[in-house]
């Protein structure tokens, strides 16, 4: 299946410095990152790039300068003929560089993905992939009570053993992921102890499936429908026979037809409608 073309917008640039060994010295530069590659712009003009799909390992490294010492980001790549070498950058913030790098390493996420990964997955699999695709991240506490599963270990389980080899099959890569501090790329607010959904997420909202409920209540029936994303200025509901006709709008798809139980006559109709949550009441008419 066809992925969609990459877009490479440069995420950065600052002042630094770089080195190619351990010993050697620091040379002046500007280091900028996009999606496609690193690039350092030395002083005489000449540039180096640093593709991101050869970069094999980020990682931090104090070095000696002057009385102490002072963290460097080192990359490990390949190179073209095949050979791996290191960089050293000398950075102002080399683990938010580390961070960003890493994000952008890996693959793009779209919902189609999601929702091809998510019809090979148990329900309970499913329901926790699509959690965090839509919220990023989520603690282990928060994970149990999405899934209902009886213990922490439960949901590890199937966070190990069944969404991640099921996203390796379809992306490349297993991509949940345990970090204990993460800044929220954003929100920017640090996210402490919480499993992850990394990737980088095309920008859109996966589509949730609408649910139905009826509830006999005695005296009338209740219909209870989520998600509605309209106000109530744009619904219709009425009736037809022994049918609930709701309409939500063209953006929401058809309207919705909904069977009342035949042996009655019906009434009034109320509703309310708070948080995506469409709760209709419809009065039965009693026999005189």
């Known amino acids: 299946m066809s992925k969609k073309a990459e877009i490479h917008e440069p995420c950065g640039v600052v002042e630094g410095a770089f080195k190619a060994t351990r010993r050697s010295g620091w040379r002046y530069c500007l280091v900028g990152v996009d999606d496609r590659s690193i690039?350092?712009?030395?002083?005489?003009?000449?540039?180096?790039?640093?593709?991101?799909?050869?970069?094999?390992?980020?990682?931090?490294?104090?070095q000696k300068m002057g009385p102490g010492h002072k963290p460097v980001l080192v990359i490990g790549y390949e190179t073209d003929s095949g050979p791996r070498r290191k960089i050293w950058l000398n950075?102002?913030?080399?683990?938010?560089?580390?961070?960003?790098?890493?994000?952008?390493?890996?693959?793009?996420i779209d919902a189609e993905d999601i929702l091809d990964v998510a019809g090979t997955l148990p329900p309970e699999a499913a329901d926790l992939l699509t959690y965090?695709?839509?919220?990023?991240?989520?603690?282990?506490?928060?994970?149990?009570?999405?899934?209902?599963?009886?213990?922490?270990?439960?949901?590890?389980?199937?966070?190990?053993?069944e969404i991640n080899p099921a996203l390796e099959k379809r992306?490349?890569?297993?991509?949940?992921?345990?970090?204990?501090?993460?800044?929220?790329?954003?929100?920017?607010?640090?996210?402490?102890?919480?499993?992850?959904?990394?990737?980088?997420?095309?920008?859109?909202?996966?589509?949730?499936p609408r649910s139905i409920d009826v509830f006999d209540e005695g005296g009338y029936v209740r219909v209870v429908i989520e998600p509605v994303s309209i106000?109530?200025?744009?619904?219709?509901?009425?009736?037809?026979g022994d049918r609930l006709v709701v309409s939500l709008g063209r953006e929401n798809g058809k309207e919705q037809n909904i069977p009342l139980p035949p042996e009655f006559s019906w009434g009034d109709i109320s509703y309310s409608l708070n948080n995506g949550v469409l709760d209709i009441n419809v009065d039965k008419v009693q026999p005189h």
Request: aromatic fraction near 8%.
């Open 39 to 62: 690039t350092c712009e030395f002083a005489d003009g000449r540039k180096r790039f640093i593709p991101l799909g050869k970069i094999f390992d980020l990682s931090i490294e104090h």
């Open 171 to 208: 992306l490349g890569k297993p991509l949940i992921e345990f970090i204990s501090s993460r800044r929220h790329p954003v929100t920017h607010e640090t996210v402490r102890n919480s499993w992850w959904l990394l990737g980088r997420n095309a920008i859109e909202e996966l589509p949730r």
């Open 91 to 108: 950075l102002k913030d080399p683990f938010e560089w580390k961070e960003m790098i890493t994000d952008l390493c890996l693959p793009r």
């Open 132 to 161: 965090l695709w839509e919220r990023g991240h989520g603690t282990i506490d928060e994970l149990v009570e999405v899934t209902g599963a009886s213990s922490h270990m439960e949901v590890i389980v199937l966070l190990k053993k």
């Open 231 to 240: 106000t109530g200025d744009e619904l219709n509901i009425g009736l037809d």
